[in-house]
Structures are given as structure tokens and as C-alpha cells.
């Protein structure tokens, strides 16, 4: 059988990247060029930036990542790309070179759901992995609690009803004086801390046992900042980064732990930014132990936005049959499982 090269373009909020990625499950590239120290000055993603660099920095990307892999255009089967969820201009960066590349080289052309990759980049990590298992996707947009039945078909247990876990990891860095990116800062931080310094709220939802809410968790955070501040009391910051990150760790855990045993599956795996915490992995991996669960989690470097992952997920959508037209466009708020009509 033929080995399938895909070429794979992510660029959905502040990460230009590219990749090859051969059968869905081998890297043999992967290039990234972010803009952190950028966006960092302005204590988040500015959306109009970040735009104007994917426009720079694309076609560099593209051509390492095929030197890298030791191709040309010429060995790539299909051409792969983010078309939302993410930031529209972005997208439409990274929409539009693989539209063009296509079309140049008559290649099919593969729309990639962003949350979908990163559930695939447990498939490049864990070569055994396959369907069905439960997955936890926690980034800094999106926190969802999914069931994967087969490659490309998803069932949502659960999602955020405001802040995503990885959008109020953001907050509280802000507000203790952190600064942005805030999740790698307050995993770093809370090893210094006490989780049980503060005890924060762990929201529950009366209609909906998987879905999440951390604005009343962030917002808890904020309230004992500004008592502390009243009263003129030392607020230890690492105590904080801890305490707000254990209450987030145990509102995930808790919820996994429960569609674990509800559905009566015996696989685990994480995805997205937040999915590299290592106080979230830690603890899912003791409570995963406990039950006899076997536990996936990609490295680091997969878990934020990269084009392995959209590489990945392409291969999956192409061997299903899966094609795009030149029609293909940027769907800033595309809901996972939805598809591009």
C-alpha cells in the first residue's frame, strides 16, 4: 500500500506552522514559528498581528518543513489545513496558501477542524492508539469532554459554559502578575505554592454533569485578591497560581474520572495547550492508574498549535474520502463535528 504524504498548514491564532506528516501517524517534519515574544508586549494574541505575521512568515515555514522532510511538492499526496475554529484573519492566512498550492500542483485539498487536530495528535504520539476512547481537549479557547467513536466521528459529553480552562489560566496570571502566556507560568509558579492555601469554588452544572465553568473559579480568584488589597494583607503569588490550578485540575479530573465510568471505556487521552500542565497530567495519570485506565498525552510541543496534528487529521478525512473545493473558507466558530458544506 502507499505511504499517504500530507502537507499540513496550521495558523489559527499565533503559531505559523507546517508540517509533513506520512499515514496519519509519522512526523517527518514539523516547524513552528510563533510569536509569543510578540503578542507578550501586549499581554495577549492581538488579532490584526498576528495576521500580518502568518502573511510573513507562511511560505518560510512551508519550505522548511519540506526540507526537513527531505520532499519536494511533487511527493505530497494532499494538502492539509486549519479552517476554523481560531482568529479569521489567521485563518484565512493559512485557507488561502493551501488553496494555492493546491490548485498549482492539482492536489486535494483537506479542511481541518483545529480541536480535531489536536485529538490526533495523540495518533502521531501513541501509535497504538485507536478508537473509541474519551478525550479531554483543555486549551486556551476551548475545554470539551469528548467521546472519539472512530476517526473523524465525535461525541460531545460536555464543554465550557464560559471561560475555557486555558482562557482563565490566562486571567489569573494576569491578575497575580504573571503575565502572558499565563498557563505555562502558573504550572511553574504553583510548584513554589500551596494548593490549599485558598480554597477556590469547583462549579458544578445542575443540567449537565460534564460540562465545565471556571468564570465563578476566576472570578473567586479576583474577589481574594481585592480583599487582600483591602485589607492591606501579602498575597503569596505562588500560593495563588497553586490553589486556582489544583481547583482547576480537580474540576477536570472529576469530570473525566465520570465519563470514564459511564461509558465504560478503558482509554484516556488529553489534547490541547493546557493538556501539558503537568499537574493535570500528573493527576490524571494517579487516578487513571487506580482504575486500570490506560492514559495518552502527546508531548509538549504537540499539545500547542501545530501542523502534525492538522497533518493527522487530514490523513483520517482523506482515506475517508474527504475533499474540498476551492469554496473552502475560514469558519471562525466552527463547532467540532461540524463540516464544510
Known sequence: MKNIRILAIESSCDETAAAVVENGREDLSNIISSQIDLHTLYGGVVPEIASRK?????NYVIREALEQAQCTLDDIDAVGVTYGPGLVGALLVGVAEAKAIAFAKDLPLIGVHHIEGHICANYVEHKNL???FVCLVVSGGHTHLVVVKDYGEYQILGKTRDDAAGEAFDKVARAIGLGYPGGPKIDRAAKNGNPHAYEF???KITDSVYDFSFSGMKSAVLNQLNLAKMKQEEICQADVAASFQQAVVDTLVTRAMAALKETGMNKLAIAGGV?????????????????GIDFYYPSPVLCTDNAVMIGSAAYFEFIRGIRHGWDLNAIPNLKLGERYE
Open 54 to 58: 502568518h502573511i510573513e512568515k507562511i
Open 275 to 291: 493538556a501539558s500542565n503537568t499537574a493535570l497530567r500528573a493527576a490524571l495519570k494517579q487516578e487513571c492508574e487506580k482504575r
Open 130 to 132: 485507536e478508537p473509541p
Open 201 to 203: 469554588p469547583r462549579a
